[in-house]
């Protein structure tokens, strides 16, 4: 996917970040063979945003217009849905773009478009917050091998073919009535999320399915719901809220992946074609 000596273009279209952190990002994949090139609108703050809409659009179109081989995140937060409805697509080059959270509504947007999208770890939280696995998972997909199964565990049993699509559940639920909601048919869609109660991934899903998002659904890929325990004594867990809203779909459904928010995230290819066989994600 990428040949050593890469020049990767880091945005900031979402929050802002921490230098230190992003710099650390950067010396990983600098490590790796990459030239990663911060553009000049990236680390300027705009409220709870990494500068205002015009100075983040303005970086995006650049990256995908300035001969660079690669786009990468510099961080999630929130800002990409306030941009999807003014880029123009017909002028992106057909590069990568890497990301995860924030990033899910563009992730989707151009693997819908048949552009190549990445749902890889932003660079913010590359170096400190992943698991050694996880970045070997990434180096290992960005020089074109193919990505090893990811394991989880079982909720609801059978098999399932598709693209893969997806990402952050909150994210997702709130493109729903947009031009850019999930269109989850024939697909194994990805799920994750971070810091939202139980309660919450209920309404979230709820939202999902009664937009129609996941009208037609192969299957089912749930990454990791960190901060969604029950509250203490409760006599039932997450996993039972997720059997009570997607068991009625009747399809294969895989908790438990190494895909989200914590140590464990796993890239894969945004509409890459996938497999659920038992516990096992596959996908090309």
């Not at 996917?1 to 990767?8: D, E, P, S």
């Not at 924030?102 to 917050?129: K, Q």
């Amino acid at each position: 996917m990428l040949h050593a000596g890469a020049r990767i273009a880091v945005v900031s279209p979402s929050g802002n970040f921490d230098p230190a952190r992003l710099e650390a990002g950067l010396g990983v994949i600098r490590d790796w063979g990459y030239r990663p090139e911060l553009l000049p609108g990236a680390g300027r703050h705009h409220r709870y945003l990494a500068g205002t809409d015009a100075v983040r659009l303005a970086d995006l179109e650049r990256a995908f217009q300035g001969g660079w081989d690669a786009v990468w995140a510099a961080r999630g937060g929130y800002g990409i849905a306030r941009l999807l409805g003014q880029l123009r697509w017909d002028e992106l080059a057909p590069v990568p773009f890497l990301g995860f959270s924030d990033g899910t509504g563009l992730l989707n947007a151009l693997a819908a478009r048949g552009r190549p999208a990445v749902h890889a770890p932003v660079l913010h939280s590359l170096a400190d917050l992943c698991d050694d696995a996880s970045r070997a998972h990434l180096r290992a997909l960005l020089a074109g091998e193919s990505p090893a199964p990811m394991h989880g565990q079982v909720l609801r049993p059978g098999t399932a073919e598709g693209p893969l699509v997806g990402g952050n559940l909150c994210v997702l639920a709130s493109l729903c009535g947009t031009p850019w909601q999930l269109r989850g048919r024939a697909c194994i869609v990805v799920l994750e999320e971070v810091n939202e109660a139980p309660y919450k991934i209920d309404r979230l899903l709820t939202q999902l399915i009664d937009a129609g998002c996941l009208d037609g659904v192969a299957g089912i890929a749930i990454g990791s719901l960190l901060g969604a325990e029950p509250p203490e004594g409760a006599d039932w867990t997450m996993y039972d809220v997720l059997t009570d809203l997607l068991a009625p779909l009747g399809v294969p459904v895989l908790v438990g992946l190494p895909i989200g928010h914590g140590a464990r995230n796993h890239a894969f290819r945004v509409g890459a074609p996938a497999r659920i066989v038992g516990a096992r994600l596959e996908v090309a």
